[in-house]
């Protein structure tokens, strides 16, 4: 079956990348040390780097980043928690279900006044966008 070894290979694939994000931690590891050596011998020096680093870099993240002015604004850079945050969220964004590119996940729906299951896909009809709104009526 195509659709079998499909999954195996998606599975594979996945299973490789998720290998790959582990083991760069012992890179990232290094980093962390070598940033709060640095940051230890010279504080200015890393803020500069860091500036530098970035220069030129438009992303939202960067651009809420370039107001901060000394060391203690990038105190998260120089924690172990930025790793195994970075790390966790990297696993997460690979193993989840959706994935860009791919086809949209089909959860099982149940109808509530028929106890009936029905796919997500089969409220999708051609030409018309399948809005689905999660939120709170109260």
Known sequence: SA???QVLIMRLGACLKVLLVILKIPVQLFIFL???VVKLISPNSVFKLI???H???TSQLWKDMSKFRENQDFAFIFSLDRVKNQTKFQIRDIIKEAQVGSAAPNPTLMDL???????LLSFAKAGRPLVVNFGSCT
């Not at 006044?113 to 796919?119: E, F």
């Open 113 to 119: 006044s028929t106890k009936a299951s029905t796919p």
């Open 34 to 36: 070598i940033l709060n």
């Open 3 to 5: 659709l079998g070894c």
């Open 55 to 57: 220069a030129g870099d």
């Open 51 to 53: 500036s530098f680093a």
